[in-house]
């Protein structure tokens, strides 16, 4: 069984800067997509960006692009999610997600990853 534990959330100011971090027990996920995920309250879960097996491919959000960056140390068997510029509107729960099978895609769909983590809450003040 795969758990993913995310941490790195807190509060930070418009402007400022967080990097979150996804931990993977249980299985090796470095040849498996992951993706990081948001949600803010009384909205649905929504992608932030992923990432492929290889590291090699990478996909953004089009409200994230060039703000965030994703990446992966597979040796640690954790993604990160760097972000900066943070806005007010980037205040979410952050979700870490990773897909069962080996690809070197990109995921976008919350329906199309297999394994979840419980989530770190980031608050972005004006």
């Known amino acids: 069984q795969v758990q993913l534990v995310e941490s790195g959330g807190g509060l930070v100011q418009a402007g400022g800067s967080l990097r979150l971090s996804c931990a993977a027990s249980g299985r090796t996920l470095s040849n498996s997509p992951m993706g990081w995920f948001r949600q803010a309250p009384g909205k649905e879960r929504e992608f932030v960006a992923g990432i492929g097996g290889s590291g090699g491919s990478t996909s953004y959000a089009d409200s994230v692009k060039d703000r965030f960056a994703i990446s992966k140390d597979d040796a640690k068997n954790t993604v990160y999610l760097q972000m900066n510029s943070l806005k007010p509107e980037d205040t979410a729960v952050y979700y870490c997600?990773?897909?069962?099978?080996?690809?070197?895609?990109?995921?976008?769909?919350?329906?199309?990853?297999?394994?979840w983590g419980q989530g770190t809450q980031v608050t972005v003040s004006s």
């Open positions: 997600a990773a897909k069962y099978i080996w690809s070197r895609l990109t995921y976008s769909h919350v329906r199309e990853y297999d394994y």
